[in-house]
Structure formats: structure tokens, C-alpha cells
């Protein structure tokens, strides 16, 4: 199967009943500011490159942002940092995400996240991270050059060690750490909320570092 062929099944998915209803709820009733805006409203496939070394796998969409766009750190305070970083390494074409029609390309990386739907909160339940992980099993085996898992948060890292079958006590979220897997790396970062960029958790500087150590390790010139 192709990535465009599972990501039309991906759009499709109703399987978690009170996400289903809180990303149609938001998509109706919306924010202010986007009063005019169609809302995405579905399950957010992955973007990037299908050639990546490198995977940044997020939390889950956000309310107004990929929910909204249809597209990961599309239209939020995470994405402008997110993808201003990018750039900045050299791994985007442009420091901005606004739409899914602008023009942004992604070079030897791939984004996606744990969960696909906004969660209420921005928190979603244990039984919808274990639903989605047959998404995350399916899309992930679709990006056979990957090298290094670049997970954003403490949420994003725990679901990666699912994926790979590290166990969570042997392998405890902290910025910056790296877990070898036998010639591919998990390695962890604060998330790009506005929470942690805001308040100086997470500068630019130290995600900065971050990427250039992901490239290091993808061997991404």
C-alpha cells in the first residue's frame, strides 16, 4: 500500500467516538478568528518527504491548527516554531506553514503523531493512543529510510517505545535523550507548545540543537 492509499483510509476513521465528536464540535462551532474557515475536521494524515531519515511524531493535532488545516503544526503557535526550526536546518523549503496549499516542502523529514484527532484538552485517553497505534504501525512501515525518531514530548516518546517494543521504565522521557536501536535512534525533545516555548522550557536555541543532532545521527547533509 502507498502512503496517498493509507492516508484516504486514515481520513476515513471513526474509531474513537469522543474524539469523532469533539473535532466535528470544534469544526461547527470554530474559534473567532476563523469564523470564515472551513474546518478540516478528520483524522490528519502524515507530511514530508516518503525518503525521510528523520520522523518527528508529535502529540496529536491541534484544535484550531491541524484540525483546522488538515495538515501537522499547520496553522498554530507549535507549527510557527516548529517549522521556522526547520528551516532554519535546512530540512523545509520556507520557515512557514499557513495552509496545506502553500507550498511547503519537507526534506528528509516526515511528521506525523501518536493520535490523528484533536483530543479535548489536547489530552487524548490511553485507549485512543492504543487505537491509533495501528495507524502509527501502518504509516511508519511506509518510510523504510527512516533512521532516527525524533519524539516531541513525553506523550509522542512513551507511544514510539510502543512502536518499537522499548519498554517505558528502561527508557523515562527526558530532553535530549537518546536510545540506540541497533543502527536507528529515539531521541526526545520538550514539545513545541506554546506551554514550553513561552515560558523558556524549550528555546529555539535548544531545539536548534536538537535538529542538528537528528541530522548528525540520519547522516541528512
Known amino acids: 500500500m502507498s502512503l496517498e492509499a493509507l492516508h484516504t483510509q486514515?481520513?476515513?476513521?471513526?474509531?474513537?467516538?469522543?474524539?469523532?465528536?469533539?473535532?466535528?464540535q470544534?469544526?461547527?462551532?470554530?474559534?473567532?478568528?476563523?469564523?470564515?474557515?472551513?474546518?478540516w475536521a478528520k483524522p490528519v494524515p502524515g507530511f514530508g518527504d516518503p525518503d525521510a531519515r528523520i520522523l518527528i511524531f508529535g502529540?496529536?493535532?491541534?484544535?484550531?491548527?491541524?484540525?483546522?488545516?488538515?495538515?501537522?503544526?499547520?496553522?498554530?503557535?507549535?507549527?510557527?516554531?516548529?517549522?521556522?526550526?526547520?528551516?532554519?536546518a535546512g530540512l523545509s523549503n520556507q520557515p512557514t506553514s499557513s495552509h496545506k496549499?502553500?507550498?511547503?516542502?519537507?526534506?528528509g523529514v516526515f511528521i506525523t503523531a501518536a493520535v490523528r484527532c484533536a483530543p479535548p484538552e489536547n489530552k487524548p485517553s490511553?485507549?485512543?493512543?492504543?487505537?491509533c497505534a495501528a495507524w502509527t504501525e501502518q504509516e511508519l512501515a511506509l518510510l523504510p529510510n527512516l533512521k532516527v525518531y525524533l519524539a516531541l514530548g513525553q506523550i509522542a516518546h512513551h507511544a514510539l517505545?510502543?512502536?518499537?517494543?522499548?519498554?517505558?521504565?528502561?527508557?523515562p522521557?527526558?530532553?535530549?535523550l537518546e536510545c540506540p536501536l541497533g543502527g536507528r535512534v529515539l531521541l526526545s525533545s520538550y514539545h513545541v507548545s506554546?506551554?514550553?516555548?513561552?515560558?523558556?522550557?524549550?528555546?529555539?536555541?535548544?531545539?536548534?540543537?536538537?535538529l542538528r543532532r537528528a541530522k548528525a545521527l540520519a547522516e541528512v547533509g
Open 101 to 107: 496549499g502553500d507550498g511547503l516542502e519537507l526534506r
Open 59 to 88: 502529540l496529536a493535532p491541534g484544535t484550531h491548527g491541524s484540525n483546522r488545516t488538515g495538515r501537522p503544526f499547520t496553522g498554530d503557535a507549535s507549527g510557527d516554531f516548529l517549522y521556522a526550526a526547520l528551516y532554519r
Open 161 to 171: 517505545l510502543d512502536y518499537l517494543g522499548l519498554p517505558k521504565s528502561k527508557y
Open 126 to 131: 490511553p485507549l485512543e493512543l492504543r487505537t
Open 10 to 24: 486514515m481520513v476515513a476513521c471513526r474509531a474513537c467516538p469522543r474524539l469523532v465528536a469533539w473535532r466535528e
Open 173 to 176: 522521557f527526558a530532553h535530549g
Open 26 to 39: 470544534v469544526g461547527q462551532e470554530k474559534r473567532a478568528a476563523y469564523r470564515n474557515a472551513t474546518y
Open 194 to 210: 506554546r506551554q514550553n516555548t513561552n515560558t523558556g522550557r524549550l528555546t529555539a536555541a535548544m531545539f536548534d540543537a536538537i
